[in-house]
């Protein structure tokens, strides 16, 4: 089971950390992402890290101003997010693969998703 939160209403240029609380020792050997969607489009990626941390990837839309991490030691992972834009405006989903534990950016590979937490930014 993985529950976000974090999620808000804040200003064009704020920040915000998004958690990931993952329930049980097994995800800390999953690879991990975040995915979002906007209204009327479709859930795509924004980030995925591998299951010891030490590798990430990111969409071109939130390279350099977001940026994926693991604890899993607690089995938690966080986005933070900086220079928030309009156009970030979306759910925010967490996600886990059970079969892959290396960095994948491909949504159907993830088999555990979270319930989604709102993020606006408003002008």
């Known amino acids: 089971q993985l529950v976000e939160s974090g999620g808000g209403l804040v200003q064009v240029g704020d920040s915000l950390r998004l958690s990931c609380a993952a329930s049980g020792r097994a995800f800390s050997r999953y690879c991990m992402g975040w995915f979002r969607q906007a209204p009327g489009q479709e859930r795509e990626f924004v980030a995925s890290i591998n299951y010891i941390g030490s590798s990430a990837v990111y969409s071109e839309a939130v390279k350099g101003r977001f940026t994926v991490s693991r604890d899993n030691s607690k089995t938690t992972m966080s986005l933070q997010m900086n220079r928030l834009k309009p156009e970030d405006t979306a759910v925010y989903y967490c996600?886990?693969?059970?079969?892959?534990?290396?960095?994948?950016?491909?949504?159907?590979?993830?088999?555990?998703w979270g319930q989604g937490t709102q993020v606006t930014v408003s002008s």
């Open positions: 996600a886990a693969s059970s079969i892959a534990i290396n960095v994948t950016t491909i949504e159907t590979i993830y088999n555990y």
